[in-house]
């Protein structure tokens, strides 16, 4: 999986950018996803993130993170004489990329010492929040959430990130 990562504000290191990719990277296989899948996180301020917030989801307040995920479109090939299976991988390629997250930094130092874990657990936590997102799943009803939440619960600690 390719992921972009956009640091908008200078504060992510570079060993945190490591440690985030290997964890979506992980978050990918645990999904089965296809390798040429792709993505982009850009982390920015809470003015930022506000911004974001009131443009995608109607609300003027910043968040943690926002999740836009990308709608494929499935392309008819007919009248170019390919084969359905090439049509078919021709598809998947044209719709490998997922979507783009956006985090912010200062919610998740705030969230990291609220919640009484580390701040490189609070990245990850939101990573792969978003993650789940853009991969179409979502917490807008109870077996929804249950759903999300275990499995992000599941990802998180089998990689080593357990809510301390």
């Known amino acids: 999986m390719e992921i972009e990562l956009n640091d908008e504000i200078g504060q992510i290191s570079k060993s945190e950018a490591q440690q985030l990719i290997k964890l979506l990277q992980y978050a990918a296989d645990y999904l089965n996803l296809h390798d040429n899948q792709e993505m982009s996180i850009t982390f920015v301020d809470n003015e930022k993130i506000r911004v974001i917030n009131h443009k995608y989801r109607g609300k003027d307040m910043p968040t943690d993170v926002v999740s836009l995920e990308y709608q494929p479109e499935v392309f008819d090939f007919s009248d170019f004489g390919l084969e359905a299976s090439e049509a078919e991988e021709l598809n998947v390629e044209l719709n490998s990329y997922l979507g783009e997250l956006f985090i912010s930094v200062d919610k998740a130092r705030e969230q990291a010492a609220r ?4 701040y490189a657990r609070e990245l990850g936590f939101l990573a792969v929040h978003g993650f789940l997102h853009i991969n179409g799943y979502d917490h807008m009803t109870s077996e929804d959430e249950q759903e999300m939440f275990t499995l992000q619960k599941e990802i998180l600690d089998n ?3 357990k809510r301390e």
């Open 115 to 118: 919640f009484g874990h580390s």
């Open 159 to 161: 990689y080593g990130l």
